[in-house]
């Protein structure tokens, strides 16, 4: 059986590539970390990605006429690289068609909170200023749209009285670098399946 190959989008510092990679080393996770795509080269993620030896390709969006010219870069690197799933950890920008529509049902988000509650920007302070007292993690596939594709999996995070927002906002990050590494362990053993909007594991205990 070929290795599973995954590529990480990110543009700050890779705290979720940091726990994909150690979920690999651990052996908790069967897949090949084949590139880092990120949109800034000074990122601490580059820097990261490059001591563990991963491939990476940086751009700066000003060098291109569009969006679309740069993602079609990017297609180009994920098809060289023979990627089978894009997982996007704090990658800062939208993305479009000619990204999506090659890779639909491969490109997977993680977002701190429950959605369709609180998408886009300041997740954990929208929950905050709402006075919620549950938030949380979703993973869900990028279809295009704000934090709108369909949702694979969520673990709640309480939200307790007297706790600011970077105390949500750690254990929010814990939740994420626990549940990010599982959800691509069921897509690299075959056992996500969508219909429509709505995401199934084909096996009753995944792993």
């Known amino acids: 059986m070929s290795e599973y190959r995954i590529a990480v989008f990110a543009s ?3 705290s979720n590539f940091t726990a994909i990679e150690d979920a690999i080393k651990q052996g908790k996770l069967e897949v090949s970390l084949s590139l880092l795509v990120s949109d800034r080269p000074n990122a601490p993620v580059v820097d990261k990605a490059k001591q563990a030896g991963v491939p990476v390709f940086v751009f700066q969006p000003k060098d291109y006429a569009s969006r679309e010219a740069y993602e079609e870069e990017i297609v ?5 690289h023979q990627i089978d799933l894009i997982v996007l950890a704090g990658y800062m920008r939208l ?7 090659p890779f639909y049902g491969k490109i997977i988000n993680v977002h701190p ?6 998408p886009g920007m300041n997740a954990v302070k929208q ?4 006075g919620v007292k549950l938030t949380g993690v979703t993973v869900h596939l990028v279809d295009g749209g704000l934090d709108s594709g369909p949702v694979i999996a969520q673990q ?5 009285d007297g ?5 949500v906002l750690h254990r929010v990050h814990e939740a994420e670098h626990q549940l990010y590494p599982k959800v691509i362990n ?11 909007r709505h995401v199934h594991l084909n096996t009753t205990h995944p792993s």
Request: aromatic residues 8%; negative net charge; hydrophobic residues 40%.
């Open 12 to 14: 700050g510092s890779g």
């Open 76 to 80: 180009h690197q994920l098809h060289e």
């Open 95 to 101: 993305i479009t068609s000619k990204l999506v529509e």
């Open 113 to 118: 909170s429950l959605l369709p509650a609180f």
């Open 127 to 130: 929950a905050l200023d709402y």
């Open 156 to 160: 709640v995070v309480e939200i307790n």
């Open 163 to 167: 706790d600011t927002e970077e105390m």
């Open 186 to 196: 069921w897509f690299s053993k075959g056992q996500v399946r969508l219909e429509g």
